[in-house]
């Protein structure tokens, strides 16, 4: 019963995992797209940089949001 019981958790901690890394990149591209098309001024690369930043920056806290929930799991 107990490998069952590990076998579930484990097949839940995936599938929430994933959720979040998939809601994390969701909102990543997001952000960016709405700086790219909203800060975006003739002759001005800020949109572009700020679009790249958001990108970047979301994707990681996503990772980081996986990983710590891992990790908490492990304890």
Same mark, same amino acid.
């Given at each position: 019963?107990? !490998?069952?019981?590990? @076998?579930?958790?484990? /097949?839940?901690? #995936?599938? $929430? *995992?994933?959720?979040?890394? +998939?809601? *994390?990149?969701? !909102?990543? #591209?997001? +952000?960016?797209? !709405? =700086?790219?098309? =909203? @800060? #975006?001024?003739?002759?001005?690369? /800020?949109?572009?940089? +700020?679009?790249? $930043? @958001? +990108?970047?920056?979301?994707?990681?806290?996503?990772?980081?949001? /996986?990983?710590a929930r891992e990790l908490m799991g492990r304890k």
């Amino acid at each position: 019963m107990q !490998v069952i019981l590990n @076998a579930l958790k484990a /097949t839940y901690n #995936f599938f $929430v *995992g994933d959720v979040i890394l +998939l809601a *994390g990149a969701a !909102v990543a #591209f997001l +952000l960016a797209t !709405v =700086f790219l098309h =909203f @800060a #975006f001024a003739p002759g001005s690369s /800020t949109g572009n940089i +700020l679009g790249a $930043v @958001a +990108l970047i920056a979301f994707i990681v806290i996503g990772l980081i949001a /996986t990983l710590a929930r891992e990790l908490m799991g492990r304890k």
